[in-house]
């Protein structure tokens, strides 16, 4: 039943900006955080951003702070990834996941089939 979905790749220049989304499906389950990672070509799949659900703190890898913003709609049941100054490095399939919970149960990580983001020179 949990189901992600991302959109909002593409291409775009150096400097540019695009912002991915993540529609999530999570019931029954509790949502105990929204993460997005990438992994480009050849390289493993690193984290980017994380938002907790309670309280909503957020948490940056140090390569994006200040250019990446996470957040969420809640009417929507949607997470964004605002990412603006884009960068060449940037290049990679970007992963939605959702770390959910359910009671008696423990923390289990589900994870979305990614949208790919090409950044030119």
């Known amino acids: 039943q949990v189901q992600l979905v991302e959109s909002g790749g593409g291409l775009v220049q150096a400097g540019g900006s695009l912002r991915l989304s993540c529609a999530a499906s999570t019931r029954p389950f509790s949502t105990n955080a929204m993460t997005w990672f990438r992994q480009a070509p050849g390289k493993e799949r690193e984290f980017v951003a994380t938002?907790?659900?309670?309280?909503?703190?957020?948490y940056y890898a140090d390569f994006v702070k200040g250019r990446f913003t996470i957040s969420r709609d809640n009417a929507k049941n949607t997470v964004y990834l605002q990412m603006n100054s884009l960068k060449p490095e940037d290049t990679a399939v970007y992963y939605c996941a959702a770390d959910l919970t359910r009671s008696g149960q423990s923390t289990f990580r589900s994870w979305g089939q990614g949208t790919q983001v090409t950044v030119s020179s």
């Open positions: 938002l907790r659900w309670s309280g909503g703190n957020t």
